[in-house]
């Protein structure tokens, strides 16, 4: 069973930067794709950002600019360097992997960490 620990979250002033970090761990074979969403209560889980394994993103346009996904393939972990963060970026967010075990496509979710943005 793959597991996805995440890290860096935290709170922040307006403007600030905050860095996550994801590792997956466990029997894995490959992973097609990593990345983060988040969820503010009472809405959707929402894509923020995602990487393929041949290193092409994909960003919402809220952060386009503001946010870079990166990814270390042979350590299997992926982050998200925020910067110019607003108080509409406050949520849980989740780190997401796609990946194959076994020959099985299968994905997994982080337990999530809380970005709060205020002043």
Known sequence: ????????GGSVQPGGSL??????????????????????????RELVALIKDDGRT??????????TISRDNAKNTVSLQM????????AV?????DHIVGGWALDAWGQGTLVTVSS
Not at 1 to 8: D, I, K, P, R, T
Not at 24 to 44: H, L
Not at 93 to 97: A, E, L, V
């Open 19 to 44: 860095r996550l970090s994801c590792e997956a761990s466990g029997t894995i074979d490959s992973i097609n794709a990593m990345a983060w969403y988040r969820q503010v209560p009472g809405k959707e």
């Open 93 to 97: 967010y989740f780190c997401y992997s």
């Open 58 to 67: 994909n960003y919402a346009d809220s952060v386009q600019g503001r946010f």
């Open 1 to 8: 069973q793959v597991q996805l620990a995440e890290s860096g």
């Open 83 to 90: 910067n110019s963060l607003k108080p509409e970026d406050t």
